[in-house]
Antibody
Framework: QVQLVQSGGGVVQPGKSLRLSCAAS????????MYWVRQAPGKGLEWVAS????????NYGDSVRGRVTVSRDNSRNTLYLQVNSLRDEDTAVYFC????????????????WGQGTSVTVSS | QSALTQPASVSGSPGQSITISCTGT?????????VSWYQQHPGKAPKLMIY???SRPSGVSNRFTGFRSGNTASLTISGLLAEDEATYYC???????????FGGGTNLTVL
């Protein structure tokens, strides 16, 4: 069964850090570009970060650039998102997702999604 | 405010067809092939319905059709079913500093 299983969310104080994980099963994560997308409560989707299949091409959204780091360990079939200096506006459900196309072709289209993990920034 | 503009809501009766528009600019929809559409039911992860403007992923019904004219992309759903009731988001690659932009979402009600 092709799936992405996420972990690492929770309630975090402002200014603290958090690392989210996204483990693939049923497919080889290492041949797909991967994405992080978030959704604030009652709001729409917001692209956070993308990383190419080999980690050589990384990009971040304007609202998080400088505070987040996306990385991957293809040997562990796992994607990560490190979020630092958390702010109230980072409160959201974070989704990881795999590109629809394998290898170097980034379609910027997300075909396999994780279940989402909730991050709440609160003192 | 979202980079791409979608209507807040649309509705249709079972069996009818509806079209959802997504308006961008020459910096996104008008210039790039990477236009996608997602369906999201409450409390669930989004589901990819259309990518590369018109392509359907394996397993997506051919009742869903995407197309583009200028800076506006559209999603047409034909033969509406109750299960189509959801929120639909468009996205596009962009030449802005944020490489991927989304629309604000359109709530589809099947009457």
């Amino acid at each position: 069964q092709v799936q992405l299983v996420q972990s690492g969310g929770g309630v975090v104080q402002p200014g603290k850090s958090l690392r989210l994980s996204c483990a693939a099963s049923g497919f080889t994560l290492g041949i797909y570009a991967m994405y992080w997308v978030r959704q604030a409560p009652g709001k729409g989707l917001e692209w956070v970060a993308s990383i190419s299949h080999d980690g050589g091409n990384i990009n971040y959204g304007d609202s998080v650039r400088g505070r987040v780091t996306v990385s991957r360990d293809n040997s562990r079939n796992t994607l990560y998102l490190q979020v630092n200096s958390l702010r109230d506006e980072d409160t959201a459900v974070y989704f990881c997702a795999a590109d629809v196309a394998p290898m170097s072709t980034l379609k910027y289209a997300m075909d396999v999604w994780g279940q989402g993990t909730s991050v709440t920034v609160s003192s | 405010q979202s980079a791409l503009t979608q209507p807040a809501s649309v509705s249709g009766s079972p069996g009818q067809s509806i079209t959802i528009s997504c308006t961008g600019t020459s910096r996104d929809i008008g210039s790039y092939q990477h236009v996608s559409w997602y369906q999201q039911h409450p409390g669930k992860a989004p589901k990819l319905m259309i990518y590369d403007v018109t392509s359907r992923p394996s397993g997506v019904s051919n009742r869903f059709t995407g197309f583009r004219s200028g800076n506006t992309a559209s999603l047409t759903i034909s033969g509406l079913l109750a299960e189509d009731e959801a929120t639909y988001y468009c996205s596009s690659y962009s030449s802005r500093s944020s490489l991927l932009v989304f629309g604000g979402g359109t709530n589809l009600t099947v009457l």
